[in-house]
């Protein structure tokens, strides 16, 4: 059988799904967006860390989810099938914001580029698109995309990029490990691979000409920014007049791109959110206690 088609999720959302949750949602105020930006999650890996989205998705809310590429891991999953039930609460959050009126729209990444042959239909009230314009608040036009339209390793040579693939995954099981081990301690989650990546040239060299690349093509466009993920690099800046906006990942740096009702960018770094809450929550405990 095909691992897809094995996944638990196809169709669309039910009534009363909330029984098939794993990990109840939360309930309580949430923060408010006007847009999110997500990707590369890797659902179907052990890399990808379900139970801090569960936590993100709980505690925000938006007009708009982009789902920006590389959602679900195929590559992996045509090898070894693996689908937690953390994974699967995932897939139905997201699908049951769809439901209550959230815009949602899927562009398929080179993971999951499986569900590319999609791309105008809709499933469960998910919009799956190749590539979206996005009007922020303020008026500008944003592309998204996956981004790896403009890996030259995926263009030119896809053998390589299913052998740094494996290298890739083995880091993560690393990184796996070193963050059971923290957490035991007491530490905060931290990425091994994040800062291996930061500390060889040729990486940091890469993400920087990928950037270049991918806002020059924007430009092109006659658009005013860009918005992708892929390359698992969180990041902000303006390049030749055109603004460049990475959403990062969940699989490393778990980040998020947000919209802010006046159209004002953030990128929000959850492990760092859920430090800070952590941190309140302690303080607040020991101000009653005293």
Not at 39 to 59: K, P
Not at 129 to 141: S, V
Request: charged share 30%; net charge neutral.
């Amino acid at each position: 059988m095909n691992a897809i088609t094995r996944l638990p999720f196809l169709g669309e959302l039910e009534e009363g799904a909330d029984d098939r949750f794993h990990i109840p949602e939360r309930e309580g105020q949430r923060r408010r967006y006007r847009t999110i930006w997500i990707s590369d999650i890797h659902l179907g890996t052990r890399g990808c860390n379900a139970a801090m989205l569960i936590d993100f998705l709980d505690n925000v809310d938006s007009d708009t989810i982009y789902l920006v590429g590389d959602i679900i891991d195929g590559w992996r999953l045509k090898k070894r099938f693996y689908w937690p039930a953390s994974h699967n609460d995932v897939v139905w959050r997201l699908m049951k914001r769809a439901k209550r009126g959230t815009r949602v729209v899927y562009i398929p990444g080179n993971h999951d580029e499986m569900f590319r042959q999609f791309t105008g239909m809709s499933f469960g009230g998910v919009e799956i698109r190749r590539k979206a314009i996005h009007q922020t608040a303020d008026g500008r036009k944003l592309l998204v995309l996956h981004g790896d339209e403009f890996d030259t390793i995926m263009l030119a040579h896809r053998w390589l990029a299913f052998v740094g693939d494996a290298a890739y995954t083995t880091l993560m099981r690393l990184n796996v490990v070193v963050n059971a081990v923290r957490q035991r301690m007491g530490l905060p989650y931290w990425s091994l691979s994040k800062m291996a990546k930061h500390k060889v040239k040729n990486a940091v060299s890469f993400i920087s000409r990928f950037e270049e690349v991918v806002a020059h093509e924007a430009g092109t466009r006659g658009v005013d920014g860009v918005v992708c993920g892929h390359i698992h690099n969180a990041e902000m800046r303006e390049i030749e007049g055109i603004q460049y906006y990475n959403d990062g990942d969940w699989v490393e740096g778990c980040t998020a791109l947000v919209e802010h009702g006046d159209g004002q960018m953030e990128v929000l770094h959850w492990a760092d959110e859920i430090a800070k809450r952590e941190r309140a929550e302690r303080d607040a405990k020991v101000r009653m206690a005293a």
